[in-house]
């Protein structure tokens, strides 16, 4: 195992420790005053079933990296030599257009991976991953991702799994953006990435900006920043640290599935 960031120490383990009652794993994140770090590989979701020489070959090749926010992890049209492990910390997908207009994809969150479907078709990156804010990511070599994708039965059966939760997933952006109302549209992406937190609360998680939810819904900021503002005096949202907690989810989606008014000729 080697580390890109040489001021990061990490020991990993192969013995899994007792994770929070969240579906985040038990990965630290690394701060100012810690830079010596243990990262328990079983722990990582698509690690955790995997046999002892597996395990020891991906220990042996894992390289850990640290990112700050904004700092782009993955380049579209780069060569694709690794599946990335997001252990801590969030990551946004994004796709630069030739215009230099920015697309938001999709949001990872911990245990999440990305890099497999290049992998698997061995062609460069169509996407672009920038942090969030301050995390770290594991890299597993592909020749080792590739090994594991074919026989390892968990990680093939965790890889088929995500891919149709991917399509699934996607199908869903495609409808959420093709609803013209921007409100609506705003109102469909809350109640996509809504999840229950562990104060079991419907929340979004470390909430993106008000410009990463215009880049990823197709609207400006201003509109997010309008229609944030006004749910949150409906008493529907209340902004908490960095996520936002859905204080009424009915009536959230109540609107959500509001007839759209159409104007009068």
Known sequence: ????????????????????????????????????????????????????????????????????????????????????????????????????SITGLSLLSPGNFFGEVALINNTVHTSSAVALNDVLVAFLPSA?????????????????????????????????????????????????????NAEKQESVENLPTHQEIANMINTSRETVTRTLLLLAQQGIIKKDAHRLIITNPDALIKLVNKPQETKKS
């Not at 001021?7 to 994140?29: C, F, G, H, M, R």
């Open 1 to 100: 195992m080697a580390s890109k960031n040489k001021k990061l120490s990490v020991s990993l383990e192969d013995a899994p420790i007792s994770s929070p009652s969240t579906d985040a794993p038990a990965i630290p994140v690394p701060s100012k005053d810690k830079a010596n770090i243990t990262i328990h590989l079983r722990n990582i979701p698509l690690l955790k079933g995997l046999t002892s020489d597996d395990m020891a070959l991906v220990k042996n090749q894992l390289v850990i990296q640290c990112y700050s926010r904004r700092d782009a992890i993955i380049q579209k049209g780069a060569s694709n030599d690794s599946l990335l492990l997001l252990l801590s910390g969030n990551i946004q997908v994004i796709d630069l257009t030739d215009q230099g």
């Open 144 to 196: 080792i991702a590739l090994h594991l994708f074919s026989h390892s039965p968990s990680v093939a059966h965790q890889i088929q799994y995500h891919l149709a939760q991917k399509v699934r997933r996607d199908q869903q952006f495609r409808n959420l953006l093709s609803i013209s109302n921007t409100s609506k549209r705003i109102f469909s992406f809350l109640v996509l990435m809504k999840k229950k």
